[in-house]
């Protein structure tokens, strides 16, 4: 087949529940999100041709085929790096409908890190250094009592909150944002429960000073599915078709995933940095262009240094952004309207993918007025949706 | 040295810290912890420290490696205290910290004999080894006067 450059883009997005005890396999999950996102495309499964996921979902490929019924698949892909690299999917599955290699790429994640193992555990299971999850260096943690993802992010953290003078309150607020945006989401978890920023500084340390509890995000349940496909076709496809006008990853030299201690200044993020000035060059877009962003939120300290990372503002700047109301519904730029991976659900970051779909399709719960581009980021991968 | 014929009715508590995960390129570092030295990993080309230790000098590509004698010393960049869930391991939450030695780039390891609201960044430490599990050692540090 003769191979021509075509525009990608979204064309299905699909969940199950989130939950706390999903009461099925990680693969159900997976086979069950995958069909509602094939659903809401109008794509039969059976023409799945290309598959995406992370290094580090337990499903596999050929399993998830069998219960989808792919006559069929010509791609499969892993992403290296946990939720830090979630965007990489989309880029991944831009560049295979761009180089005409497959015309209806899948993207899951699908987990039962809440009733089937604890991802906020110690992970003491897993010491031994495993290639491909893009972060090698927790071996050299272990031994000291930094065991937990919040631990990991919290070293680095306190550089970043030191350089610019950034409390445990100022973290709070964004806590307190996206709680308000769950609280009217009926998918959230935290549906129905706001919080107040007394309630987030009397919650208890984590990680001290660093993280309370209402500054983390949920161990959940769940998946999240996502279909990309031709611009062309989407058009003729059941919902409006959401374009990918750029879509990149930046792995900076001596930068990791989560141990990542060794670049020379902790107080920014040069995986951010770097995915931005890629994902502007790319676009020929700047961060003004942008009505609203989903941010990957495992931690509160990552959403404003993504913020200035893409530029919305400059370095240290993101903590009076948010105090100002900046990413709230009527703010400068809403961020995490579904309520983020701390008020929704913690799928590794998918299901802010999703929630950047559903703004530019105008068929957000918090919908934001006259969307026409959504930043999403991973950390260290990017991508802008475009109404089409 | 206790006189071994000695009665020894409080024998020291059995180590409970994790033991370091040993790698072949690391192997060298962990060796030496066993035996209370600190060292670092250099080119033996180029003469470049680099941390973690690794097969290839990314600045000359040499596989050629020394094992050099650190200085030990070094100043607190980031320290953290893990509350909830209680780290494996110990009995009280250790100040978990990254140092920046004198030779130039981080590791993570544990503050000792001071109280976490007492931690500065910049603060001056110095390195010394407790036991883990498995009768291995690993390093870590407390202030040292300037
Ligand atoms: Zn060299």
Redesign the pocket.
């Known amino acids: 087949m003769a191979r021509t450059f075509r525009e990608a883009a979204i064309a299905g997005i699909g969940a199950t529940e989130f939950s706390k005890a999903s009461g099925r396999s990680e693969l159900q999950l997976a086979a069950e999100c995958s069909k509602a996102a094939l659903d809401d495309a109008g794509i039969h499964p059976s023409e799945v041709d290309g598959m995406i996921t992370f290094t580090i979902d337990n499903s596999d490929e050929i399993g998830l085929c069998r219960c989808l019924g792919v006559k069929d698949l010509a791609y499969t892909a892993r992403i290296p790096g946990g939720g830090a690299a979630a965007v990489a999917t989309i880029y991944q599955a831009m560049a295979l409908v761009n180089a005409g290699l497959c015309n209806t790429v899948l993207v899951w994640r699908a987990m039962n890190e809440r009733s089937q193992y604890r991802f906020g555990q110690p992970h003491t299971q897993n010491l031994g250094p495993q290639a491909g999850n893009g972060t090698g260096s927790l071996l050299w943690c272990m031994p000291f009592g930094a065991q937990t993802p919040a631990t990991w992010e919290s070293l680095a953290a306190q550089r970043y909150m030191q350089q610019y003078g950034v409390t445990n309150e100022d973290l709070g607020r964004v806590a307190v944002a996206q709680r308000k945006y769950a609280a009217t989401n009926p998918a959230a978890w935290f549906y129905g429960k706001p919080i107040t920023l007394e309630e987030h500084q009397s919650s208890k340390w984590i990680v001290e000073p660093i993280l309370r509890l209402l500054d983390c995000c949920q161990e959940s349940d769940g998946g999240v599915a996502i279909v990309i496909t031709s611009l062309e076709r989407a058009k003729d496809l059941r919902q409006k078709p959401v374009k990918i006008v750029g879509a990149c990853q930046s792995i900076p030299y001596n930068v990791e995933v989560i141990s990542n201690y060794y670049h020379a200044d902790l107080s920014m993020m040069p995986e951010a940095e770097g995915t931005a000035k890629r994902l502007y060059a790319q676009t020929g877009m700047k961060p003004t262009d942008m009505q609203a962003a989903m941010i990957y939120d495992a931690f509160t300290p990552q959403v404003l240094k993504q913020m200035e990372g893409f530029g919305f503002c400059k370095r240290g700047e993101a903590k009076d952004f948010i105090k100002s109301g900046g990413i709230d519904i009527d703010g400068i730029l809403p961020v995490n309207t579904h309520g983020g991976l701390i008020g929704e659900a913690y799928i590794h970051g998918m299901n802010s993918i999703a929630e950047g779909v559903r703004q530019v399709r105008g068929t957000a719960v918090n919908q934001v007025k006259n969307v026409e581009h959504v930043l999403v980021s991973s950390g260290m991968a990017g991508a802008i949706f475009e109404k089409v | 040295m206790t006189d071994p014929t000695e009665s020894a009715p409080n024998p020291p508590p059995k180590p409970t810290r994790l033991a370091p995960i040993v790698t072949l390129d690391a192997k060298f570092f962990w060796d030496a912890a066993d035996r209370g030295e600190f060292v670092g990993e250099a080119?033996a080309?180029?003469g470049?420290l680099r941390f973690p230790p690794r097969p290839m000098?990314p600045?000359?590509h040499?596989v050629k490696r020394n094992e050099v004698k650190l200085s030990g010393r070094g100043t607190v960049y980031t320290w953290i205290q893990p509350r909830h869930p209680a780290p494996f391991g110990f009995k009280e939450p250790p100040i978990v910290a990254t140092i920046e030695l004198e030779e130039g780039y981080r590791l993570v390891s544990n503050l000792y004999d001071i109280a976490l609201e007492d931690v500065k960044a910049g603060m001056p430490v110095e390195v010394f080894f407790v036991p883990t599990m498995g009768n291995h050692q690993v390093p870590v540090f407390r202030p040292r006067a300037k």
């Open positions: 080119c080309d180029c470049k000098c600045h000359c040499s």
